[in-house]
């Protein structure tokens, strides 16, 4: 099973709750998408919260889902961005749709003004 990993960071503009929920506005307003919300995990430790999101999507061409996963964390003024997707079915070669699961959650952050890079 193949999977994308991208990395981004901002200096904080906006709570992590209202970030989840641009995340998942960004996502309504896709076009052929139908990304479903599953579950999230919230925690705070001293200063340092940490917000993991979960979504799925099913992709028409692999006729599999993917899933995303989208971990925020927030220290010191500033927050991070971990994206992971995996799924999306794989034989001899990657189908890619890990690959646009984890740039729809990478646009998303940026539209919120996060930058970063794919690992």
Request: charged residues 35%; neutral net charge; without cysteine.
């Amino acid at each position: 099973m193949a999977s994308k990993k991208v990395e981004m960071y901002a200096k904080k503009r906006y709570e992590l709750d209202e970030i989840k929920n641009k995340i998942k506005e960004e996502f309504d307003k896709r076009k052929f998408s139908d990304v479903e919300f599953k579950d999230e995990i919230i925690r705070e430790l001293g200063d340092t919260k940490t917000l993991l999101l979960i979504f799925e999507n099913w992709f028409l061409r692999t006729r599999s889902y993917a899933s995303l996963v989208i971990m925020l964390s927030e220290y010191q003024g500033y927050q991070s961005a971990d994206i992971i997707a995996t799924g999306g079915k794989e034989a001899f070669f990657s189908f890619g749709a890990e690959g646009d699961f984890a740039k729809f959650g990478e646009d998303a952050l940026k539209n919120l003004g996060f930058q970063g890079k794919v690992r």
